[in-house]
C-alpha cells in the first residue's frame, strides 16, 4: 500500500474513534473532529463548485482562454476555447448578469452593502417559486389526485380479487379520510370528526413504517462503519 | 427603491418560470433554460457566501476570545487548507492543469492527456532509430502510420485541421500504445541499452510484481524514460482526493452513524405506546423492521396459500404500498398545496419576508 | 431502587454498547442470509435488463460519504448492470460529494470488471455541476449548454455517445441513487413527470417511505436502504450468477441488520413493558 493509503487509513480510523467517543462523553477529541468536519466540508463544496460550475460555465464564457487551464493537455484545452469562440459575443457576454449578481450576494457580508444581496436573493426566490410551482402542482398535486383514481372493486384475470379490491380502498379511503383530518377549517366533529379519526390511523400506521425505515437507516450507517473499522483493525494486525 | 427592485425581480423572474410551462416558444424555453444556468452559477457564489460566513463566525470567535476558540482555530485552518489545495490542485498533475480530484495514474491505460507531443512522438517512432522506436513501431497500426507518413510528407495544415488532425493521430497513438501496455512486459536488456532508467524502474525490473496493474505501472515507466519529452510523466493522487477519502469520509459517515445509539437509547427510553394509536404506530414499525430483513421470509414462509397475505414480506410491503401510501400521499398533497401558496405569494410580492427587516 | 426502576433509569451507555455487540458480533460471525428481491426493486432490474443493448441511461450520484454504506452498492449495482447489458451509461451528479463517488464506484466496478469498456463510447464521467434542481431544470432543455466539458474537461462533442444526446428526453431511463434533497423526488418532479421519461432508483430508508406515493406510475420502482440494495444485487446474482463474488456487499451488511432489528425491538418491547408494570405499580400505592 503506498503512502496516501496509509494516510488515508490511519487518519480515518483515528478521526472515527474520535467521533465515536462522544457516545462515552463529550470531549475535546469529538469537538476537535467536529469542528474539522465543518471546516473541511464547507472548503470541499465550495471548491468542487467553483472548478465544475463557476470556471467552465462563468469564467470561461466571459474569458475562454481561463479553460486552458482547466483541460487535461493543451490539444484538448484549444478545442474547448475554440467552441466557445464560435459563440455570438453577446450569448457569452449574457453571463455577466450571473457574475453581478453573485457579487451581489456575496455583499451579504459587509454590513453597509448587503442591502445588495436582496437582487440576487430575488432572483433565486423567483426562480425557486416559479420552478415549484408548476413542478409540485404537476408531480405533487395533480399526478397524485389521479394516481388515487383507482377502481374500488378490482377483477384481476377474470374473476373478483379480494386483495386488489382492498388495497384499492384502503388506498382511496385512507387518502381521503387523512385529508380530512388536516382540514382544520371545520370542527372534527360527527362524520367529519369520524373520518378524521380514520385519517390518524392512516398516519398513525405511515409514522410506523416511517420510523421502521429510519432505524434501518441509522443502523445500516452504523455497519458501515464498523466495517471500516474492522478492516482498519484487520490491516494493523 | 431597495425594495421595489428585488419584488420586480421576482415577480418577472417567477412569471416567466410559470409562463414557459404553458407557452412552449421562442423565447420561453430559452428564458427557462438560461435563467436555471444563472441559477446555477448564483449558486456558487450562495456556497462562497457560506464559507465567508463560517470564516467571519469563527474569526469572531477567536477575537472575542470565546472559550471555544481553539476549535474555532481548528474549523479556520480545516476551511482555509482544504480550500487552497483544492483551488491550487496539490499533487496530481503538475502546474494547475488536470483534474482536482485525480487518482493516480500510474498505473492506468494512457489517455490522450498523457501525450505531451503527439507529433514529435510519432516521428520519432517512425524514424526507428533506436530499439524501442522499431519495436513501437512494429506494434503501431496501419491507420496510425498511415497519419505518421502525411506528418513526413511535409504536408502543410491551416490551424483548425491541424488542431483536429493532431487530436485525432494522439487518440490512434494512445489506443496502439494501450495495447502494448497491457500486453505484458515490454522490458528487454538490449531493447533498453540506451535508455537511462531511474533506481525505482531498476528496482521493479529486478522484481517485477504479479498483478495486471504492476505490468501496466512498470511499462508507463519504461516508456517514459524512453521518451521524456514526448510523454507526460504519471502524476499521483491530488491531496484534495486525498483529503476526502482520508477526513471528510471517515468524519462524515461515522457522525451519521452516531445516531444509530440515539436510534436505540430512545426506542428504549422514550418509546411509549401509552395510546391506541401508538400502538398502531408500534405495531406497523415492528412488521416493517422484521419484513426488511431476511428474517421476515423463515417466520412465515411455511403459510399456507390462502393466508400467504400475512406472509411477513408480503404484508410488509403491502402496508408500504397501501396505509403508507395512503397516508404519505395525503401529506404530499397538503404540502403541495401550500407550496403553491407559497410560490405565488412570493411571485406576486405578498410575501416579502426573505427581503429582510431593514429599511 | 426496585430491580423494574433500575431498569428504567438504566445508563444510555449500557445501550449504546448492546447495540454495538449487536452489530459487531453477527460480523464476527459471517452471518449471511438469503435475500429475496421484492416487487419494487424487481421492477427497476426488470426495466433495465429489458431495455435494447446501447439504450442512453442516465446514472446520477447524489449522495455523500455519510450513505455510502446504503447507497453505494445501489449504485454500484446499477453500474454493474448497465455494463452487462452494454447499456450507454452517462454518469453525473447534483451533489458535489457525488462526483467523488462516482470516481470510486467507476474504479471498483467498470476499470475493475468490465476493463474492455471505452469511455467515451460505453461511459463517461459528466461530474457535478452546482444549482441542485436547476441543474436538472437546466439539462431538461439544453443538456450540453450545462455540459459543456466532461469533468475531466475534454469538450463534450468529442464523445461519440454524446451525438446524440442533446436534452434529457432523449435517455431512455434515469437512474438515480440519492440520500435527500436534491434527490430522486426532484428527479420524478423537473425530469419524469416534466418529460415522460421513465425515472427509478435508490434512496436512503430514511426517504424511501416518503416516496412510495410515486410508485408506480412517476417512479417505476424504488430501492429502499440496505434492503434494497441487497434485493436488488440479489436480483441481479440470479440472473447473472457470474457477478456473485463483487453483488454481496449489501447482502452480506444484512446479517448484523437483522440482529440489529430484532435487539431494538426487544428494546422498545422491554422498555414498554417496565413502563406497564411500574405504572400498574404506581397506581396500587396510590390507592392504599
Redesign the interface.
Known amino acids: 500500500m503506498g503512502f496516501t493509503d496509509y494516510f488515508v487509513l490511519w487518519v480515518g480510523g483515528l478521526l472515527t474513534l474520535m467521533i465515536f467517543s462522544f457516545l462515552y462523553k463529550d470531549n475535546p477529541f469529538y469537538k476537535f473532529a467536529e469542528h474539522l468536519f465543518v471546516g473541511v466540508s464547507a472548503a470541499y463544496w465550495m471548491t468542487v463548485a467553483f472548478w465544475t460550475t463557476l470556471v467552465p460555465n462563468m469564467l470561461g464564457y466571459l474569458y475562454p482562454p481561463i479553460l486552458r487551464w482547466f483541460a487535461t493537455s493543451r490539444a484538448e484545452g484549444e478545442v474547448v476555447v475554440n467552441v466557445l469562440y464560435q459563440l455570438p459575443w453577446y450569448d457569452r457576454w449574457l453571463r455577466l448578469i450571473p457574475l453581478i449578481l453573485g457579487l451581489m450576494m456575496l455583499t451579504r457580508l459587509v454590513p453597509k452593502a448587503a442591502w445588495m444581496s436582496r437582487w440576487a436573493m430575488a432572483f433565486i426566490i423567483g426562480f425557486a417559486a416559479g420552478t415549484n410551482l408548476t413542478r409540485y402542482l404537476q408531480s405533487d398535486f395533480v399526478a397524485q389526485i389521479k394516481a388515487t383514481l383507482v377502481p374500488l372493486i378490482v377483477f384481476d384475470q377474470g374473476g373478483f380479487s379480494l386483495g386488489g379490491t382492498l388495497t384499492n380502498i384502503v388506498i382511496v379511503g385512507g387518502v381521503l379520510s387523512a385529508l380530512v383530518y388536516f382540514f382544520f377549517a371545520k370542527e372534527h366533529k360527527g362524520w367529519f370528526g369520524g373520518t378524521a379519526r380514520v385519517g390518524i390511523w392512516v398516519l398513525m400506521i405511515a409514522f410506523g413504517a416511517a420510523f421502521g425505515y429510519t432505524v434501518m437507516a441509522r443502523i445500516s450507517l452504523l455497519i458501515g462503519r464498523m466495517n471500516f473499522l474492522g478492516q482498519w483493525l484487520q490491516s494493523i494486525f | 427603491m431597495?425594495?421595489e427592485?428585488?419584488?420586480?425581480?421576482?415577480?418577472?423572474?417567477?412569471?416567466?418560470?410559470?409562463v414557459a410551462?404553458f407557452i412552449p416558444h421562442h423565447p420561453f424555453?430559452e428564458l427557462?433554460?438560461?435563467?436555471?444556468?444563472?441559477?446555477?452559477?448564483?449558486?456558487?457564489?450562495?456556497?462562497?457566501?457560506?464559507?465567508?460566513?463560517?470564516l467571519?463566525v469563527h474569526i469572531d470567535r477567536i477575537q472575542r476570545r470565546h472559550r471555544?476558540r481553539f476549535?474555532?482555530a481548528?474549523?479556520?485552518?480545516?476551511?482555509?487548507?482544504?480550500?487552497i489545495i483544492?483551488?491550487l490542485k496539490f499533487g496530481g498533475?503538475p502546474g494547475?492543469?488536470?483534474?482536482?480530484?485525480?487518482?493516480?495514474n500510474a498505473a492506468?491505460v494512457y489517455?490522450?492527456?498523457d501525450?505531451?507531443d503527439?507529433e514529435a512522438l510519432v516521428r520519432k517512432v517512425n524514424a526507428g532509430h533506436d530499439p524501442v522506436s522499431q519495436y513501437l513501431k512494429g506494434n503501431l497500426s496501419a491507420s496510425t502510420l498511415e497519419m505518421a507518413d502525411r506528418i513526413e510528407g511535409g504536408a502543410s495544415m491551416p490551424d483548425?485541421a491541424r488542431?483536429?488532425f493532431?487530436?485525432e493521430l494522439?487518440k490512434a497513438l494512445v489506443e496502439d500504445l494501450n495495447v502494448v501496455l497491457t500486453g505484458g512486459s515490454i522490458f528487454d536488456e538490449r531493447r533498453f541499452a540506451g535508455v537511462k532508467l531511474d533506481r525505482e524502474t531498476r528496482a521493479m525490473i529486478a522484481n517485477p510484481g504479479a498483478g495486471h496493474e504492476e505490468g501496466i505501472r512498470l511499462n508507463r515507466r519504461l516508456l517514459q524514460s524512453a521518451y521524456p519529452d514526448e510523454i507526460n510523466p504519471s502524476h499521483?493522487?491530488t491531496w484534495?482526493?486525498?483529503?476526502?477519502?482520508?477526513?471528510?469520509?471517515?468524519?462524515?459517515?461515522?457522525?451519521?452513524?452516531?445516531?444509530?445509539?440515539?436510534?436505540?437509547?430512545a426506542?428504549?427510553?422514550a418509546?411509549?405506546?401509552k395510546t391506541r394509536?401508538?400502538t398502531?404506530?408500534?405495531?406497523?414499525?415492528?412488521?416493517?423492521?422484521?419484513g426488511?430483513?431476511?428474517?421476515g421470509?423463515?417466520l412465515t414462509f411455511w403459510l399456507p396459500e390462502p393466508l400467504q397475505?400475512l406472509h411477513i414480506?408480503n404484508l410488509s410491503?403491502?402496508?408500504?404500498?397501501?396505509?403508507?401510501?395512503?397516508?404519505?400521499?395525503?401529506?404530499?398533497?397538503?404540502?403541495?398545496?401550500g407550496?403553491?401558496a407559497?410560490?405565488?405569494k412570493?411571485?406576486l410580492g405578498i410575501e416579502r419576508g426573505?427581503?429582510?427587516h431593514?429599511k | 431502587m426496585s430491580f423494574i426502576e433500575k431498569m428504567l433509569k438504566i445508563d444510555r451507555r449500557i445501550i449504546f454498547l448492546l447495540i454495538a455487540l449487536a452489530v459487531i458480533i453477527p460480523m464476527l460471525l459471517n452471518l449471511v442470509f438469503v435475500v429475496r428481491p421484492s416487487p419494487i426493486v424487481q421492477t427497476i432490474f426488470d426495466k433495465v435488463d429489458g431495455l435494447p443493448d446501447g439504450s442512453k441511461v442516465l446514472l446520477s450520484f447524489d449522495y455523500g460519504p455519510a450513505t455510502v454504506p446504503e447507497n453505494r452498492p445501489m449504485a454500484e449495482s446499477l453500474l454493474r448492470h448497465c455494463m452487462i447489458k452494454g447499456h450507454r451509461t452517462y454518469i453525473m451528479a447534483v451533489w458535489a460529494t457525488g462526483e467523488a463517488e462516482a470516481n470510486i464506484s467507476i474504479g471498483r466496478v467498470i476499470r475493475t470488471e468490465f476493463p474492455d469498456k471505452v469511455y467515451g463510447s460505453d461511459y463517461i464521467q459528466l461530474g457535478y455541476k452546482a444549482g441542485n434542481q436547476g441543474l436538472i431544470n437546466a439539462i431538461f432543455t439544453d443538456f450540453k449548454g450545462m455540459y459543456t466539458t466532461d469533468a475531466a474537461g475534454v469538450d463534450i462533442n468529442s464523445f461519440p455517445m454524446m451525438a446524440d444526446v442533446n436534452a434529457l428526453p432523449d435517455f431512455d431511463l434515469i437512474l438515480a441513487v440519492c440520500s435527500g434533497k436534491p434527490g430522486l423526488k426532484e428527479w420524478v418532479q423537473f425530469a419524469g413527470d416534466r418529460g415522460d421519461i421513465p425515472v427509478a432508483g435508490g434512496v436512503t430508508a430514511v426517504e424511501a417511505p416518503l416516496l412510495y406515493p410515486y410508485y408506480p406510475k412517476q417512479l417505476l420502482g424504488l430501492m429502499g436502504g440496505l434492503q434494497g440494495a441487497a434485493e436488488y444485487e440479489a436480483a441481479l446474482v440470479n440472473e447473472y450468477p457470474e457477478y456473485r463474488a463483487s453483488s454481496m456487499t449489501a447482502v452480506k451488511l444484512m446479517g448484523p441488520q437483522t440482529v440489529a432489528h430484532l435487539v431494538i425491538i426487544f428494546f422498545v418491547i422491554i422498555g414498554n413493558v417496565a413502563f406497564f408494570i411500574q405504572q400498574r405499580r404506581e397506581k396500587r400505592a396510590r390507592r392504599e
Open positions: 431597495r425594495r427592485i428585488p419584488l420586480l425581480i421576482t415577480f418577472i423572474v417567477g412569471t416567466a418560470l410559470v410551462l424555453p427557462d433554460g438560461e435563467f436555471s444556468i444563472w441559477f446555477d452559477i448564483i449558486a456558487v457564489f450562495a456556497f462562497i457566501l457560506g464559507g465567508g460566513n463560517l467571519k471555544d476549535f474555532s481548528v474549523t479556520i485552518v480545516g476551511f482555509l487548507g482544504t480550500l483544492g483551488l498533475s494547475l492543469k488536470g483534474n482536482y480530484i485525480a487518482d493516480s492506468s489517455t490522450v492527456a501525450i505531451k503527439p483548425p488542431t483536429q493532431i487530436d494522439a499521483g493522487t484534495f482526493r486525498v483529503i476526502y477519502n482520508g477526513i471528510f469520509v471517515p468524519l462524515g459517515a461515522t457522525m451519521f452513524s452516531l445516531l444509530a445509539f440515539f436510534v436505540a437509547s426506542s428504549y427510553r418509546f411509549r405506546a394509536e401508538a398502531v404506530l408500534l405495531i406497523a414499525a415492528f412488521i416493517i423492521l422484521i426488511r430483513t431476511p428474517l421470509y423463515y397475505f414480506p410491503a403491502w402496508i408500504l404500498s397501501a396505509p403508507n401510501l395512503a397516508g404519505q400521499r395525503a401529506i404530499m398533497i397538503g404540502i403541495a398545496l407550496i403553491i407559497t410560490s405565488l412570493l411571485i426573505y427581503l429582510g431593514e
